[in-house]
């Protein structure tokens, strides 16, 4: 299985990324520059395409924008092939909002012009960097979970300034109806016993609507998700490791990418 992790300027999280995907057995994964895609590299020779975290081009207009639109610009039909042959999408942090804003996610229209959510500044207006429970809603359509038990908590790492998830006022309950009726939903916001946050800070970090913290599109290949597994993939990267060192190796965010290793193979 071939792994493709795409960087351009201002991405930092591409090297723990690759780190977490090739300590999977048979898996071998390449960090790609935006530029090499479509010249001397091929998304159609990769299994599944991550987009890691960061700043992307210092997140110039809003966060992910810049980013999108390059990849609207340079790569739209072979993202939009690479979808729809079932390639594996993953988007973290600002890869979730490189997602929404080249209409990858929802999804409802593939690559629409105009997003259909977005992901705002955050409501306490500065940059969150803490841990937070998140809560599996997927009831299997989505690959990334497939390994999660429904109603799991996860504990996983936010960092992020613009990671409050909106739709348009006049529109969101009835999205938030599609969002469900499709199975899209993937992860909230919840407390350490798992009740949800009600948008309460700081179990909701960033005040995003319905405490959604990741989604995916319609037919479950592409997702996105606000949190860092990859900071949440080792046992000894939880804050409280020293406490449990005879514990499990790893943390909760392995779930994540087993769950799309073990989906795609």
Same mark, same amino acid.
């Given at each position: 299985?071939?792994?493709?992790?795409?960087?351009?300027?201002?991405?930092?999280?591409?090297?723990?990324?690759?780190?977490?995907?090739?300590?999977?057995?048979?898996?071998?994964?390449?960090?790609?520059?935006?530029?090499?895609?479509?010249?001397?590299?091929?998304?159609?020779?990769?299994?599944? %395409?991550? +987009? &890691?975290? =960061?700043?992307?081009? /210092?997140?110039? @207009?809003?966060? !992910?924008?810049?980013?999108?639109?390059? $990849? *609207?610009?340079?790569?739209?039909?072979?993202?939009?092939?690479?979808?729809?042959?079932?390639?594996?999408?993953?988007?973290?942090?600002?890869?979730?909002?490189?997602?929404?804003?080249?209409?990858?996610?929802?999804?409802?229209?593939?690559?629409?012009?105009?997003?259909?959510?977005?992901?705002?500044?955050?409501?306490?207006?500065?940059?969150?960097?803490?841990?937070?429970?998140?809560?599996?809603?997927?009831?299997?359509?989505?690959?990334?979970?497939?390994?999660?038990?429904?109603?799991?908590? %996860?504990? +996983? &790492?936010? =960092?992020?300034?613009? /990671?409050?998830? @909106?739709?348009? !006022?006049?529109?969101?309950?009835?999205? $938030? *109806?599609?969002?469900?009726?499709?199975?899209?939903?993937?992860?909230?916001?919840?407390?350490?016993?798992?009740?949800?946050?009600?948008?309460?800070?700081?179990?909701?970090?960033?005040?995003?609507?319905?405490?959604?913290?990741?989604?995916?599109?319609?037919?479950?290949?592409?997702?996105?998700?606000?949190?860092?597994?990859?900071?949440?993939?080792?046992?000894?990267?939880?804050?409280?490791?020293?406490?449990?060192?005879?514990?499990?190796?790893?943390?909760?965010?392995?779930?994540?990418?087993?769950?799309? +290793?073990?989906?795609?193979?």
């Amino acid at each position: 299985m071939n792994v493709c992790i795409l960087r351009v300027g201002g991405t930092n999280c591409d090297i723990e990324t690759r780190r977490t995907v090739n300590d999977f057995e048979k898996v071998t994964s390449e960090i790609v520059r935006i530029n090499q895609l479509g010249g001397e590299k091929k998304l159609s020779d990769y299994d599944c %395409l991550i +987009i &890691p975290g =960061g700043f992307s081009y /210092g997140d110039h @207009i809003r966060a !992910g924008a810049v980013f999108a639109n390059r $990849l *609207k610009t340079m790569l739209r039909e072979d993202l939009k092939n690479f979808a729809e042959q079932g390639g594996a999408i993953l988007g973290i942090c600002n890869g979730f909002q490189v997602l929404v804003e080249t209409g990858l996610l929802p999804g409802f229209e593939k690559m629409s012009v105009f997003p259909t959510a977005a992901l705002a500044i955050n409501e306490s207006a500065k940059y969150e960097c803490r841990w937070v429970y998140i809560k599996n809603e997927n009831d299997g359509n989505c690959l990334f979970s497939q390994d999660i038990e429904g109603g799991r908590k %996860l504990f +996983i &790492p936010i =960092g992020h300034k613009e /990671g409050r998830f @909106i739709l348009p !006022g006049e529109k969101k309950e009835t999205i $938030l *109806k599609k969002l469900y009726k499709n199975d899209q939903i993937v992860f909230r916001y919840c407390d350490k016993e798992g009740n949800y946050a009600g948008g309460s800070y700081p179990e909701n970090p960033n005040g995003s609507f319905h405490d959604i913290a990741g989604i995916c599109n319609p037919e479950g290949n592409i997702f996105g998700l606000m949190p860092h597994p990859e900071r949440a993939y080792l046992s000894f990267h939880l804050p409280d490791w020293t406490e449990k060192r005879n514990a499990s190796e790893y943390g909760d965010g392995r779930l994540i990418f087993k769950s799309m +290793i073990d989906s795609l193979r």
